[in-house]
């Protein structure tokens, strides 16, 4: 396993610096269905080329772990077979000074997907510290606290509920914090969620 690290500083709430390995990780990602794919994509994509931002794929992170082949292709074939897809509730549009989280749909956490969660997790066989805050980004990007609540606020949800129907698993460098980190995302393996 190739891990890349370098040590950065980090500046707490507290002032005190820290220093936080980077490192290359597999997240697993949640996928919605259509009509809300399309709908986010598109809400995505106009955020990007907007405000001069990094376009991705709408996702939910369900989990982060070691970049490990093997136990990548374990976790997304058991939680495939496992899982049926999920409906997910929108609680709100919600902002932060966090690159990843800049600008997002905020979801409701219910039993399915801690179930999924542990599931990815106990396959992986990873302990992992992950903390599971279910929501789906519309935009990466710094931007002032109050440009990130006007946006936020001009932002209408046309459903309530989102279906999730599939898993994909991306490598990426974490934490994620620039453009050229978000670029360099690559989608290793994909599973659609069993209808059972």
């Keep these: 396993m190739r891990e890349i690290l370098k040590a950065t500083s980090l500046n707490c709430k507290s002032g005190v610096s820290a220093f936080v390995s980077r490192r290359t990780v597999i997240a697993y990602w949640l996928i919605p269905a259509e009509p809300a794919r399309s709908f986010f994509q598109a809400a995505i994509n106009d955020l990007a080329r907007r405000y001069d931002a990094p376009p991705f794929e709408p996702h939910v992170t369900v989990h982060v772990e070691a970049n490990d082949t093997d136990a990548t292709e374990k976790a997304l074939s058991t ?4 899982r049926q897809p999920l409906k997910l509730n929108a609680v709100e549009i919600g902002h932060s000074s966090e690159f990843i989280q800049t600008l ?3 979801f ?3 039993t399915k997907l801690r179930q999924l969660n542990e599931i990815v997790r106990d396959a992986a066989q990873e ?3 992950y903390e599971l805050k279910p929501h789906l980004s519309l935009l990466y990007k710094k931007m ?3 440009a990130r609540r006007q946006l936020a606020g001009s932002i209408t949800m046309p ?3 989102v279906i999730f129907d599939a898993l994909k698993a991306v490598r990426c460098i974490s934490p994620t914090r ?3 980190d978000v670029e360099a995302w690559r989608v290793t393996a ?3 969620l069993s209808m059972q």
């Design 108 to 110: 409701a956490l219910n």
């Design 144 to 146: 002032p606290a109050a």
């Design 127 to 129: 302990s992992s510290h």
């Design 159 to 161: 459903f309530s509920e």
């Design 104 to 106: 997002f749909v905020q």
């Design 178 to 180: 620039t453009r050229a």
């Design 79 to 82: 939680a495939a077979h496992e």
């Design 190 to 192: 994909t599973r659609e």
